[in-house]
């Protein structure tokens, strides 16, 4: 059983950044890991992922150039890095592992972890 675990959530004001965590145990290796948020009545949205073996990426475009998803395969964690925070980014975030790729749909991740709320004010 994969076991994911997030961190680093909080609160921070527009421009500011942020740095989370994905602390994954369990069969792990071949997985690709992602990120998603979900802010109020809206729905689950893909941030980036990232491949566990190659360490490619992928990002949707709202965030691109701002955030940064990494991993290090010594401990099993993956990061997502967010710089230059902004109001719209507020939201529950979520790392995700996927057996099928770095693919950008909910529903081809099979493990999730339980959320780390962002919070940006203006």
């Known amino acids: 059983q994969v076991l994911l675990v997030e961190s680093g959530g909080g609160s921070v004001q527009a421009g500011g950044s942020l740095r989370l965590s994905c602390a994954a145990s369990?069969?792990?290796?071949?997985?690709?890991m992602g990120w998603f948020r979900q802010a109020p009545g809206k729905e689950r949205e893909f941030v980036a992922a990232?491949?566990?073996?190659?360490?490619?990426?992928d990002y949707v475009d709202s965030v691109k150039g701002r955030f940064t998803i990494s991993r290090d395969t010594a401990t099993n964690t993956v990061y997502l890095q967010m710089n230059n925070l902004k109001p719209e980014d507020t939201a529950v975030y979520y790392c995700?592992?996927?057996?099928?790729?770095?693919?950008?749909?909910?529903?081809?991740?099979?493990?999730w972890g339980q959320g780390t709320q962002v919070v940006v004010s203006s």
């Open positions: 990232i491949s566990w073996s190659i360490s490619s990426t």
């Open positions: 995700a592992a996927s057996t099928y790729g770095s693919v950008r749909i909910s529903t081809g991740y099979t493990y």
């Open positions: 369990g069969p792990i290796r071949g997985l690709s």
